[in-house]
Structure formats: C-alpha cells, structure tokens
C-alpha cells in the first residue's frame, strides 16, 4: 500500500510513456542487430567491412595503420565512457538537490509536482547513461582483446594459424562494435528520457523522435547507400 501511494503522482499515461521509452529501445537495438535479409542495417554492412579489415591485415606490411585504427576506436569508446560518467554524476547530484529540482519545475510549469517525482524521472536517465556507461567501458575492453588477438596473426599468409586468426580478431572487434553502438543507443534514449520532464506527452514524443533518427541512420541514410555500392 506504501508502494501504491508514492507512486500515486504518476498517471497512466506517465506509466505508458516509461513502457515505450524502454520498448523503443529494446525493440530498435534488436532490430539493428537483426535486421531482415532485404534490409541489412549500417551496423551489418559495416561489421563485413571489418572483417575484410582482418583479412588484408595479414598482408599488410608494416601493420601501423591496423594499430592507428583500433586505437582511434578504443579512444571514442573511453572517451564516451568518461562522458556518460560525467553525465551520471550530474544526475546523482540533482537527486540531492530537491531545490534546484524545483526550480526546474517552475520552469516548466509543474511546480505542484513533489520532488519524487522528479527523482523517479532523473533515475530513469541515470538508468540508461549506467547502461551506456557500462556498454562503452566493455567496448573498449574487447577493443584491447582484438589487439592482442591481431598482434598474434603470423605475419607469414602462408602459415595456416594467420587467416583463421584474423577472423577471430575480426569476431572480437565486431563484438566490441557492437558493445560501442548499444552504449550510444543508450545514450540516444537518455537524452529522449530528459523530455519526461515536460510531461509523459513529451517523453512519447521525444522517443518517437528518437527511433526516427535510429532508424533512418541505420536503414535509410547515404553513408548506408554508399556501402551498398560495394558489389565486389
């Protein structure tokens, strides 16, 4: 009953709005990661890309560029990991400061709104920054594993550990791509999560927005056109 009567500020509509929100993103991350044979999403095309990486890496002589890249992909993984670490530390510092959470609430015209509900609201983006957070740092984790699993590949083409262990190289590194892409949907949502402070109409609205833009970068953009254009 306790339960029933902190959670009487937040109306139906509240409650569905959070439903979509979390919906949304579940349901636009799976469908990237599993998109339909007609329709392959960026992620996909881009994962074949970096196994072809792996395959001219055995040849390549000497192997500093492969080196330069990985450590540009390992940077923009610790570099949005600092950042959603920033972002999770403003967010505990708000929960501790219901004045300025009702200030917010002036602004938006919503003054009546007890400060739980402002709490509950910030926990949900906090929430989602946790989960990119956590997603980033593991990225640049796997991101570390390729280099070693790159740094092992013969660099003999002929000798038959060189090509199977690129492959396995090319595995880790989509697996950390993967990792990476799932930390920036969080991301995406935790910054649509901020428009419940407008109200559950807004945060509907803002995560419609969200899967639009998801959805044309993944299925309908010109970077994605572009690989397309590989027919080889």
Not at 51 to 66: C, G, K, L, N
Not at 177 to 188: P, Q, W
């Amino acid at each position: 009953m306790q339960i029933l009567d902190q959670l009487a500020p937040f109306s139906l509509l509240d409650a569905l709005a959070v439903c979509a929100l979390l919906a949304g993103w579940i349901g636009i991350g799976w469908r990237i990661e599993h998109p339909a044979d007609r329709r392959v999403s960026t992620s996909k095309l881009v994962a074949r890309y970096r196994r072809e990486w792996m395959v001219q890496m055995v040849t390549r002589q000497p192997r500093i560029f492969d080196g330069s890249i990985l450590s540009t992909l390992r940077q923009g993984a610790s570099f949005f990991a600092s950042a959603t670490m920033i972002g999770i530390g403003g967010g505990l510092a708000l929960l501790g400061n219901t004045d300025r959470l009702s200030g917010v609430a002036a602004d938006l015209a919503q003054a009546e709104a007890p400060a739980l509900v402002w709490e509950v609201r910030i926990l949900l983006v906090i929430g989602l920054l946790a989960h990119a957070f956590l997603s980033f740092v593991w990225s640049h984790r796997l991101f570390g594993y390729c280099a070693v699993v790159m740094a092992s590949v013969p660099n003999d083409p002929e000798d038959p550990r060189a090509f199977p262990r690129a492959a396995q190289a090319a595995e880790v590194n989509i697996t950390a791509a993967r990792s990476f892409n799932r930390g920036l949907r969080s991301v995406y949502f935790a910054m649509a999560a901020l428009a419940w402070f407008a109200g559950p109409m807004g945060l509907i609205a803002a995560t419609l927005i969200t899967l639009f833009v998801l959805w044309r970068r993944e299925f309908a953009s010109r970077s994605r056109a572009v690989l397309l254009e590989d027919k080889v």
